[in-house]
């Protein structure tokens, strides 16, 4: 099990960047990769992005690429996703997540952040 806490959301007007940071604890050694998702309102939950801890493959949502960046630190147990460009649609709550293996599901969640775009 790994515990997450994410941080670095805000209100911001479009155009504007956050970086959001989410910081690991407990069996970090057993996960694979951490990723984001994001859920607006009424709305499912959807991918972001993903790196994995080990080799920092990147995986990316088309409607993301170009203007997110997702990064980590292994020694500090921290993952990031620089967010650039923000539109007012990219509005949501934003969680990372754990992947223990490439095959499985992302299962262990942080509590989210909010993150607000204005137009």
């Known amino acids: 099990q790994v515990q997450l806490v994410e941080s670095g959301g805000g209100l911001v007007q479009a155009g504007d960047s956050l970086r959001l940071s989410c910081t690991a604890s407990?069996?970090?050694?057993?996960?694979?990769?951490m990723g984001w998702f994001r859920q607006a309102p009424g709305k499912e939950r959807e991918f972001v992005a993903s790196?994995?801890?080990?080799?920092?493959?990147?995986v990316y949502a088309y409607s993301v690429k170009g203007r997110f960046t997702i990064s980590r630190d292994n020694a500090k147990n921290t993952g990031f996703l620089q967010m650039n460009s923000l539109k007012p649609e990219d509005t949501a709550v934003y969680f990372c997540?754990?992947?223990?293996?490439?095959?499985?599901?992302?299962?262990?969640w942080g509590q989210g952040t909010q993150v607000t775009v204005s137009s």
């Open positions: 407990g069996r970090t050694f057993n996960s694979y990769a």
């Open positions: 997540a754990a992947q223990f293996y490439y095959y499985s599901d992302f299962d262990d």
């Open positions: 790196i994995t801890w080990s080799g920092g493959i990147t």
